[in-house]
């Protein structure tokens, strides 16, 4: 074990600079902000993940609390307790590497942005060469499990995913803005329902009730995104057709211009 490398021994060479930057800023905010940012580069190859992702975004949230840091992200020995309880079966040693590789910051902590990283690293690098139109040199077997030395990958697929639409972008954070009112709600109910009495009692049904919808109600914003998703993909590529004829139409009235200019040139030429 003592041959294994530790949080913060990286060489952070080998990153694009601007984009560990943005990197940093974005471990830096609210875990729901990190899940947000995933989701909008990453919903359409989720296909499914997407009530898991939140299921695992909870979880991260509740070893959070029980860390007791007061912070959103992880050190060493709780990154590799999250990865064991919610990861594919690894060793020891595969655990505290793969830890180690997402850690692209080499801050010795791991937030949820490089958790998703690594438990959905297998689809962050296969989309990354699909959309590159290359081979990808890596063996993606075994879920990736095991897998290293992706770092840089990862954080350049991370930013260079497609933009999407405004209208997408604005779909994403207003779901993100009910999950978190909903959120808030769940822990209010929770509290009332340790009260006792009526109210208490009244509460803890609300609660029960919401708990149960919870899959219901992320079912029905995946639909909701995914629909939004398309229309703003065929809105692009309504867009993007009209803008080539636009070009080609310019590009004929160029050609048109220079025909009749050289044609007023051979009719000068013949009355002479």
């Known amino acids: 074990m003592s041959a294994l490398k530790t949080l913060g021994q990286g060489n952070t060479t080998f990153y694009d600079k601007t984009n560990l930057e943005r990197f940093k800023d974005l471990c830096a905010k609210p875990t729901a902000e990190q899940t947000a940012f995933f989701l909008k580069s990453y919903l359409p190859y989720l296909q499914g993940e997407f ?7 909870k979880a991260f949230r509740d070893f959070l609390k029980e860390a007791g840091e007061g912070r959103e992200d992880f050190n060493e020995v709780a990154a590799a307790n999250f990865l064991q309880k919610w990861g594919k079966t690894r060793t020891a040693a595969q655990r505290q590497e793969e830890v180690v590789d997402v850690d692209l910051d080499y801050n010795k902590r791991i937030s949820f942005i490089e ?29 990736g499990v095991g897998l290293t030395g992706v770092g840089p990958v990862l954080l350049e697929s991370l930013f260079t995913m497609p933009t ?64 939004r998703k398309k229309g703003a993909d065929k809105s692009a590529s309504k867009q993007t057709q009209e803008e080539l004829q636009r070009k080609a139409e310019e590009e004929e009235r160029v050609k048109q211009n220079s025909r009749d200019r050289l044609a007023a040139r051979a009719a000068m030429f013949n009355q002479k």
């Open 51 to 57: 009530a898991a992702l939140f299921k695992l975004e």
């Open 115 to 143: 958790y998703l990283l690594l438990h959905y690293k297998v689809l962050v690098i296969k989309t990354y060469y699909e959309l590159k139109q290359q081979n990808c040199p890596y063996n993606l077997n075994n879920d």
């Open 164 to 227: 999407e639409s405004e209208d997408f972008r604005r779909a994403v954070e207003d779901f993100n803005n009910q999950k978190a009112a909903r959120a808030a709600k769940i822990e209010s109910l929770k509290a009332k329902s340790l009260e006792g009495g009526v109210q208490g009692l009244s509460a803890l049904n609300e609660l029960q009730q919401m708990e149960k919808e919870d899959i219901t109600h992320l079912n029905r914003m995946e639909a909701i995104l995914d629909t």
